[in-house]
């Protein structure tokens, strides 16, 4: 019995240790460096025009509203998935939604580095009916992710098609972040 005893207890030991090495993954990588490695421009991001807000904070966690791909004009790209846009051409919208999506964050909470991790992400995708890969169009968001926070970037998601989406963008992408304990 005391050889089982030992051993459940060893396990409960190395489990604790990874589980706090897990968490504190998070605070080893620097997201903002990150961010100027990859060479990306975080402009400074509009406020809604319509009654509802860019971002609502509830103890640490942050949901952020819906955004869109944006070009370093502030224009935004546009065209549907399957007629107008390819794969190819998608997967670099959500990647430009991912950086705007980062911008809307960085306002709202001054320091990439007080995420903790990025929790869900809800990628909706402007195609013809015809069109089956949003997965691999919303890879452009969840792959940018990963490159700036690494694994804590990583995160549930949904991809969804929808006839048409406002303004004529190809992509809307919404996410739902958890702040360290420190960042509220």
Known sequence: MVKITGLVFLSLILFSCTQEDSDDASDRIDAEQRIRDLGIHLRTPGEP?????????????????????VKEDGGYVTGKLGVDLTVEEGYEAARLTGI???????AEI??????KR?????????????????PQVI??????????????????????G???????IPVEIEMIVEL???AY
């Open 49 to 69: 025009s319509a009654n509802f807000l860019g971002a609502v904070r509830v103890d640490n966690i942050l949901y952020l509203s819906g955004r869109g791909p």
């Open 100 to 106: 705007d999506l980062l911008a809307a964050l960085k």
């Open 110 to 115: 001054g320091d990439l580095n007080k995420v």
């Open 118 to 134: 990025i929790v869900k992400v809800l990628g909706v995708v402007n195609a013809d009916p015809h069109f089956t890969q949003h």
């Open 139 to 160: 890879n452009g968001f969840s792959d940018l992710m990963v490159e700036v926070f690494g694994e804590n970037g990583k995160h549930a998601r949904s991809a969804l």
């Open 162 to 168: 929808m006839g048409s989406l406002p303004f004529g």
């Open 180 to 182: 360290k304990d420190s």
